[in-house]
């Protein structure tokens, strides 16, 4: 497949509404490999003991996962490092920030059949920690075709050029990873139907938000941030973060935990061996 080019046209929609709808940007054959790996790590509960899944909006209190998002996927499924759906990402988002732009962030949500629930207003903006330097926008990839029915995203146009708003945690709960934006006008928000394997890209203060899926099947969505580091001042933690308490966290903690006290018995080891040859 040939790479993708956007037209001066759509660099321009993109810059003026803050998010645009692009047709398919990879093979069929790519599109079903890729479902198939994000349907084998989502089934294997993949990244669950690192907190590289969870639950986005709900606090995991009965252990059940009503709407899982798994970050990095490719950490623990390289072969999704290695396609040419990424090629065509980097390469699209090279012409809309700049040849310095790079992949900053990897996720994916998967919304269950009939029960998923609504993804809230939000801007990814909010999720950024205080070091957070970078300018990013985000692919946002179904790998079925996306509808209003299953959960299509929506967004508020030219949002982007305005003020990060205040959000809090989804039902103003800490305990919940989810990120909501409480006071938003809908009023000139639209729907943005994909087909498989297209893309919607929005910038990263761009109002967003996805209906529940009440189709009979998943709706599979996969994301990719690009960023240029250095084109976001870092600042003060936002409070709505500072706050939070989640499972997730706890599980990325003793994660980390256990990763310093295998780094040290490494170091040590590798001086022994030093030592022993003395
Ligand atoms: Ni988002």
Redesign the pocket.
């Known amino acids: 497949m040939r790479q993708i080019t956007l037209t001066d046209k759509q660099c321009d929609e993109f810059n003026e509404r803050g998010y645009i709808g692009l047709g398919v940007i990879t093979t069929e054959e790519e599109i079903a490999l890729m479902r198939g790996i994000y349907d084998e790590l989502f089934a294997e509960k993949a990244g669950w003991n690192d907190g590289n899944l969870f639950d986005f909006a709900s606090d995991e209190k009965d252990g059940e996962v009503k709407l899982p998002q798994m970050l990095k996927l490719s950490h623990y499924a390289p072969a999704l490092a290695q396609t040419q759906f990424r090629a065509n990402c980097e390469y699209i988002a090279r012409q809309l920030l700049g040849p310095q732009a790079e992949l900053v962030f990897e996720h994916a949500i998967r919304k269950p059949p009939r029960v998923g629930p609504a993804?809230p207003w939000?801007?990814?903006e909010a999720?950024f920690n205080g070091l957070t330097d970078y300018e990013s926008i985000?692919f946002?990839v179904p790998l079925q075709d996306a509808t209003i029915e299953n959960g299509c995203m929506r967004f508020v146009p030219g949002s982007h050029r305005g003020p990060l708003f205040e959000h809090r945690s989804i039902n103003d709960d800490p305990k919940v990873h989810g990120l909501e934006c409480p006071e938003v006008n809908e009023a000139t928000a639209v729907h943005a139907p994909v087909p498989m394997g297209g893309a919607t890209i929005?910038h990263y203060r761009t109002l967003?938000a996805a209906g529940p899926n009440t189709s009979d099947g998943p709706r599979r969505a996969y994301?990719l941030g690009f960023g240029v580091h250095g084109r976001r001042k870092p600042q003060p933690e936002f409070a709505w973060n500072v706050n939070k308490q989640t499972a997730r966290q706890s599980r990325a903690a003793v994660a980390e935990r256990k990763l310093s006290i295998k780094r040290v018995f490494r170091a040590v080891r590798k001086r022994l061996r030093f030592a022993a040859m003395w």
Request: glycine letters at 0%.
């Open positions: 993804t939000h801007q990814d999720f985000t946002w929005h967003h994301a």
